[in-house]
């Protein structure tokens, strides 16, 4: 058996439920506009980070630090294009497992499946494939505390955009309405990016409210191959990184930082 699946073995062992409260914090990349969460249980002190930045690896670990909390696995719901992700950084940093679903087509320790449970503490995370922004977009739901990390599968009053990266807006359509709508209605939902200055939604909200997915399929394919969107920014940084989890080169002031 390989070390990663005896890994991922790991992760999908225990079903976690807990009536422990859980540590939250939602942090922002103001260049990329990108939502970072980190998660910890206050009983065991472990932490998962979903979806960091590479630019804020420092801060989002100090965070970690100053809370107390030991890092346990750093995620990313996909292969973001938009910017270079921080998961590498991180586990040089801390020693922490890096985890992404298998169809992304990103190297990390782990690789997480439809119905896989991330555990930290006593708190987990339910896994959902929900492709069409990528083939590989997994949304993140926290049943206990009705908490649902959404990627770019799902944005406020949006979603992913769905013209490169193996983008397809049928596909997503399918994610969105036969997963995540089908959550409770109170499932607040926290978003990859948000450029409005949103900080959550809720499935209700969305489910009513979204412009996109309340329209009929047709209806949504026709909005999505009509968007014009311009070429991202950062894309060809981010992909050719983020295909090896992030930076392999870290610099010397975070060789130090490791060290602490
Ligand atoms: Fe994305």
Redesign the pocket.
Known sequence: MTKTRVMFNIVRRFSGYSTEPLIFRQLFDNISSTYTYLLGCPKTRECIIIDPVLEQVKRDFQLSKDLGLKLKYAINT?M???HVTGTGYLRVLSGCKTIISKASGAAADIYVNENDQIVFGCHSLKVFSTPG??NGCVTYYNPNQGLVFT??ALLIRGC?RTDF?EGDPKTLYKSVHSKIFTLPGSTLVFP??DYKGFLCSSVDEERRLNPRLTKSETEFVEIMNNLNLSYPKQIDRALPANRVCGVQDIPEDAKRDSAI
């Open positions: 996909h973001h294009a938009d922004h990528t990627g770019d992913g990266q990859a990016h």
